[in-house]
């Protein structure tokens, strides 16, 4: 129980007059931090923008997390206890799941029906498949959406728990973290800049909230002390986020950091194994080779190894097609797509710790021997994929293959193929080919009628010196990846790497009329030096390769020979005495580095002119990336200054403007003078008068007006005086307020908002234009706000 001092009347000696204990107050201060926790969640869940193709993945997810957010709230507003509120949220998770993923196979929208559990092993089965057999960014589904939703819900459920019911909402932030975990790993560059800030921000608006609720517990009756946690540390945060960023771009190196901008983050060691969709360009950015391979043969070249071929090229992502159906186990006998005839050819393969589905061999294959694991083989293209999840990690086999007898003057003398001859898929295009591919394609054969003679022509023109080898080029530009869109940018920018050269040959010579496809391995490689005789005396010349042999290239049908490979690549892989033509510069010997486009040395064309072509292209097109790049990187510089610049005044404005709300409200409100004088305190000390930890209100009025005020009122007696008078009625507010055992008046009336603002301009009108400058961009009071002044003050009131 509570006492107050009654107003005595005249003549009456004071009394203390008991008062009922206050009934406890409820307060929804928490729904705050829950809403905080949802801007959280999702400011950092579009981090995943990079991670999968397109937006339609957001719309699921803010419905997931808002529902499971709010049954968590309500669940506080009922006042149930606190382990409720993550139970609550897990079953809200699921009927969210259900509704948006279920709903054919459920009971009431929310409840699991019958067909729950098949539906579910089909998406998840789709999800694992987008995961696996796709490149950054995957193309958007509903098995991938379940899982995306799921995750993001999980984590959801843990923040506004450790924000909200264990009040830990700095501890949350690991919570959000594990979201930045996927692009970081996925993603070619990281996190990347953007998506840091916009994480950052969601994470320091949570942690705003949930010490602005604190504060509000601890003393609901003070509301500077409220807002100053929240605007401290908006302001600590976003410096921090700032350096964070402007750093790295000052210390050399850091151009290929790995948070929040560089390369890839990889949780789980050096990645072995070549992605079958294609994922060349991560392989060849990769400044360090990784995945050795060891192949000896008795081929008098080096060969290629095969691992995949890529035959549909419609849609947004081009796949091989895995036709379980069609292939064959056992792969100790295996048929050859070409004509008997051929010379053997012996190879020894160790992966070592290359792993992957697809089993690598030199094409084409005729049996394979010293497999561990069941594998089956595609009639079709001669691929050989494991049919027990098995792997090609650790395995050392024999593959023998035949390598077909091919000449310029044999493949000329073969005619069109005729389409019958070959499955469709081969000649398949989609109806909505660009224009520029089309065009391009006419120009090129245009006059040409032998399909040799066509082939030729498209591979010349692909490695001419109009066109330039670069891996980041595409990255820049935004077309890296293997669709049909992707190779009309390719023909318009002309920059590119093997992906793009193999995928716009293939489909040009399907508008030519010639079946083709593109296959997926590695180039030659470099020897080790070792030469192995075999039983029969058979010598093996051994080579290896890494990820930075990862390579592309197309296959043409032509009748009665079968798939011939063409190298339309510049300066890459090896091109064939049969493909070469005397538009074609000399092909030098393969080197450890021939797909790294940093080092080795291009050699000069035959033919001088083209030599000088093709170096002024690859100057021109060096120039304008560099331009590029560090016009981007000025322009981040400069937004983040200009965010750095105007993030202390923007914090002040809106502590000023809550101030002056809660002053001009209507509603009847505790600590108005205070509130007011805080505002005089802080200015004063943003215009270089701070309160000294030994002043008092009166002393700090005295010292006001003698070190500023004074200074406006010489001459000008009718706006100053009024200055003057509005600082000592804030005084005397607060006093009153403060000290006084009595109830006084309303202090709103004496402390109105016109006080503050005649204060302001007074304090203002009176400094250099350095110190407005300053007070306006860099307030001094955003470090030492009124509430550590006060706690001062008030100890020494006691004493």
């Known amino acids: 129980m509570t006492a107050t001092l009654s107003r005595p009347a005249e003549g009456q000696a004071q009394r203390i007059l008991p008062t009922a204990p206050e009934k406890p107050r409820r307060n929804y201060w928490h729904l705050l931090v829950s809403a905080a926790s949802l801007a959280a969640v999702m400011l950092t869940s579009l981090s995943l923008t990079g991670v999968i193709f ?25 006042r149930l206890p606190g382990y409720f509120a993550p139970l609550a949220g897990i079953l809200a998770l699921a009927g969210s799941l259900i509704w948006q993923f279920f709903p054919g196979q459920s009971i009431l929208g929310v409840l699991p029906g019958e067909g729950f559990t098949g539906r579910l092993a089909i998406l998840l089965g789709h999800a694992e498949n987008t995961v696996v057999s796709q490149v ?17 819900g999980l984590i959801a459920i843990l923040v506004d728990t450790l924000a909200n019911t264990l009040r830990m909402p700095a501890t949350a932030g690991l919570a959000l973290l594990a979201i930045l975990v996927v692009p970081a790993v996925v993603r070619i560059n990281s996190v990347g800049v953007p998506s840091f800030i916009v994480a950052a921000a969601g994470f320091l608006l949570l942690l705003g909230c949930a010490h602005w609720r604190e504060a509000r517990l601890e003393s609901a009756s003070s509301q500077e002390l409220s807002g100053a946690h929240l605007s401290r540390g908006m302001v600590i945060g976003a410096l921090a986020v700032g350096i964070a960023v402007v750093l790295p771009l000052a210390i050399p190196g850091f151009n290929t950091g790995a948070f929040p901008q560089g390369a890839r983050v990889n949780l789980w060691g050096t990645a072995t194994g070549l992605n079958p969709i294609v994922t060349l360009g991560n392989d060849l950015r990769n400044p360090n080779g990784f995945g050795r391979i060891e192949y000896a043969t008795t081929a008098e070249d080096p060969l290629y190894l095969r691992s995949v071929t890529l035959e549909d090229f419609s849609g947004q992502r081009w796949e091989p097609d895995q036709r379980l159906g069609q292939r064959i186990a056992g792969v100790e006998e295996m048929s050859s797509e070409t004509q008997p005839g051929g010379n053997p050819v012996l190879t020894r393969i160790d992966t070592e710790s290359f792993t992957s589905p697809w089993l690598l061999a030199p094409y084409a294959p005729v049996s394979i021997n010293g497999l561990r694991g069941q594998w089956a083989w595609d009639p079709g293209n001669l691929s050989i994929l494991a049919i027990d999840g098995g792997s090609t990690a650790e395995q050392d086999y024999l593959v023998e293959s035949t390598e077909p007898n091919l000449t310029r003057e044999r493949l000329q003398a073969i005619p069109a193929a005729d389409p019958s001859s070959v499955p469709e898929q081969f000649l398949a295009l989609p109806d909505s080919m660009p224009g520029v591919i089309r065009d391009t394609t006419a120009s090129v054969i245009d006059g040409i009628s032998n399909p040799y003679r066509q082939a030729l022509a498209i591979q010349s023109f692909l490695r001419g010196p109009s066109f330039v080898y670069s891996v980041d080029a595409p990255v820049d530009g935004g077309y890296d990846g293997n669709s049909l869109d992707v190779m009309a940018r390719f023909l318009e920018s002309r920059s590119g790497y093997c992906v793009h050269y193999a995928g716009t040959m293939a489909v040009m010579a399907r508008i030519a009329g010639i079946p083709s496809r593109v296959a997926v391995g590695y180039s030659p490689g470099t020897p080790t030096g070792e030469v192995f005789v075999g039983p029969n005396g058979t010598e093996f010349t051994e080579f290896a ?9 197309p296959e043409l049908y032509f009748e009665g020979v079968g798939w011939v490979q063409f190298e339309p690549t510049p300066s890459r892989g090896v091109v064939p005495d049969y493909a070469l033509s005397s538009l074609d510069p000399a092909t030098p010997p393969v080197n450890s580095d021939n797909l790294n486009p940093g080092t080795g040395v291009v050699p000069p064309s035959t033919a001088s002119p083209s030599a000088q072509a093709e170096e002024e292209v690859e100057t021109a097109q060096e120039v304008r990336e560099g331009t590029e790049r560090s016009s981007a990187l000025g322009l981040a510089l400069l937004g983040v200054l200009v965010l750095l610049a105007f993030t202390p005044m923007t914090v002040r404005m809106m502590r000023t403007a809550r101030r002056r709300r809660s002053i001009t409200s209507d509603a009847e409100g ?48 009718s706006s100053d005086e009024s200055a003057a008078a509005a600082l000592e009625r804030l005084r005397r507010a607060y006093e009153e307020e403060e000290y006084a055992e009595l109830a006084g008046p309303d202090p709103r009336a004496g402390n109105s908002w016109d006080d503050v603002r005649a204060v302001t301009e007074a304090l203002a009108s009176s400094a250099s234009s350095r110190v407005r400058l300053r007070a306006r961009f860099w307030p001094r009071s955003l470090w030492q706000p009124f509430g550590a002044q006060r706690s001062e003050e008030a100890a020494r009131a006691r004493m």
């Open 54 to 78: 397109g937006s339609e993945w957001f719309t699921p997810v803010l419905v997931t997390v808002a529902t499971v957010l709010f049954w968590m709230a309500l669940t506080r507003v009922w």
């Open 136 to 152: 950054a960014p995957v193309l958007p589904g509903q098995g991938l959406f379940l899982v995306v939703c799921a995750g993001v």
């Open 545 to 553: 390769v890494n990820s930075k042999d990862a390579h592309a290239w």
């Open 670 to 717: 505790v600590g108005t003078a205070t509130v007011a004088w805080a505002e005089t305190v802080e200015i004063a000390a943003d215009y270089g008068v701070p309160m000294l930890p030994t002043d008092t209100p009166r002393s700090f009025e005295q010292r006001v007006r003698e070190r500023v005020l004074e200074r406006v009122f010489t001459g000008k007696v």
